[in-house]
């Protein structure tokens, strides 16, 4: 079973950007489709974003696309989530998540991280 890691979250002001990484440990990312989600206080866990095994198809959900990209790096067993123009709707904690298949990614992923904490405020 993979096991994930995320960093580089933090505090922003609005229209700053942060990249957050995704460090991958008891398997290859190679089996996987990696995606992020986030959960604000008081809202329900959020599917935000995914790639593919191969980086062939990407999905974000509309309130971060143009804002967001996500990225792997196979060899590295490592996915980043770049966010810029950040907003502080945006605020939140923000989860790495891997799945065996990419139309599963955003609902019913095989393996969480820990969270990150995303802040936006000035």
């Known amino acids: 079973q993979v096991q994930l890691v995320e960093s580089g979250g933090g505090l922003v002001q609005p229209g700053g950007s942060l990249r957050l990484s995704c460090a991958a440990s008891g398997s290859t990312l190679n089996y996987y489709a990696i995606g992020w989600f986030r959960q604000a206080p008081g809202k329900e866990r959020e599917g935000v974003s995914c790639?593919?095994?191969?980086?062939?198809?990407?999905y974000y959900t509309d309130s971060v696309k143009g804002r967001f990209t996500i990225s792997r790096d196979n060899a590295k067993n490592t996915a980043y989530l770049q966010m810029n123009s950040l907003e502080p709707e945006d605020t939140a904690v923000y989860y790495c998540?891997?799945?065996?298949?990419?139309?599963?990614?955003?609902?019913?992923?095989?393996?969480w991280g820990q969270g990150t904490q995303v802040t936006v405020s000035s």
């Open positions: 790639i593919s095994h191969s980086s062939g198809s990407t």
């Open positions: 998540v891997a799945s065996r298949m990419f139309s599963l990614c955003t609902s019913r992923p095989n393996a």
